[in-house]
């Protein structure tokens, strides 16, 4: 049997006193594309904080492809792309992208990294200009590029879409469902239901602390009753 690429199994999480997760329980399947959808301050972010052990959890349990999540080991399978990445300004483009490559004792390939850069509609030149003269679109699309080089099983990606044009929006779309269809695990926080609707096998619903609903957009529209995604999610979390 498949073990799941990610489980989280009771999970609570409180900031002092403030419940942010209570008794959370979810599991994606290796191999799928599921997006975490919630309100603002729904606790999406935390959720991935708990994953990579930012912070410790009031509660439960998380497992990485069957290895608890405390043990370094266990996320070594996984690439991770942050809400708010922020790459140290004095690199250049390609600095960047080797020093990450190096961590991951891979090689800098050329080829590969302009092919990237390409799939991100992220300018070649972009590699020899210092980061912090980029753009907030062009922050994005490397700190993309370096994660997605990493050829890992696994991605953790919180809003990968946020700050894209809209070419970079379906590129990136597109690279995400190659990359799915090659069998990584993908697991990504959006707002976008358009996104997710496009590329997601399942959405997981996070609402007061738990999980409302986890299914497929189809079973979410059904079970609400509605026709749209957004109908659907505004029917759970009412
Ligand atoms: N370090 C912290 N200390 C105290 N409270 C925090 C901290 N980090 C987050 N919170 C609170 O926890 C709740 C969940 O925040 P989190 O960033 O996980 O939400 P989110 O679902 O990712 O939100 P968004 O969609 O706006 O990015 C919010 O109420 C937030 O204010």
């Known amino acids: 049997m498949t073990l799941p690429a990610l489980r989280f199994q009771h999970l609570v999480v409180r900031y002092g006193a403030t419940p942010v997760l209570q ?9 799928e594309c599921l997006a975490l959808v919630g309100l603002n301050g729904a606790g999406k972010t935390s959720l991935i904080k708990c994953l990579l052990d930012f912070i410790r959890p009031d509660g439960g349990s998380i497992a990485i492809l069957g290895q608890p999540h405390q043990q370094p080991a ?33 090689d800098y390939d050329t080829a ?12 070649a030149t972009a590699l020899d200009q210092t980061v912090g003269q980029y753009s907030k679109g062009m922050t994005q699309k490397l700190g993309l590029a370096a994660c997605l080089l990493a050829r890992k099983r696994l991605y953790v990606l ?3 879409m946020s700050g ?26 959006s707002h976008n239901l358009a996104d997710v609707e496009l590329l997601c096998d399942r959405l997981a619903i996070l609402h007061a602390g738990q999980i409302r609903f986890c299914g497929t957009p189809q079973e979410c529209r059904s079970q609400y009753g509605a026709d749209t995604l957004e109908q659907a999610f505004l029917g759970c979390i009412a």
Do not use: W
């Not at 008794?23 to 191999?31: H, I, K, M, R, Y």
């Open 74 to 106: 266990s996320r070594a399978p996984l690439g991770y792309l942050p809400e708010s990445f922020k790459p140290p300004y004095y690199l250049k483009g390609g600095e960047f992208i080797r020093y990450c490559l190096r961590l991951q004792g891979l």
């Open 158 to 160: 919180d809003e990968p």
């Open 112 to 123: 590969a990294v302009l092919d990237m850069l390409a799939a991100l509609d992220l300018p």
């Open 164 to 189: 894209l044009d809209p070419k970079a929006h379906a590129l990136l779309r597109r690279q995400l469902a190659a990359l799915r269809d090659q069998g990584s695990t993908l697991f990504l926080t």
């Open 23 to 31: 008794d959370l329980n979810l599991t994606v399947q290796a191999g």
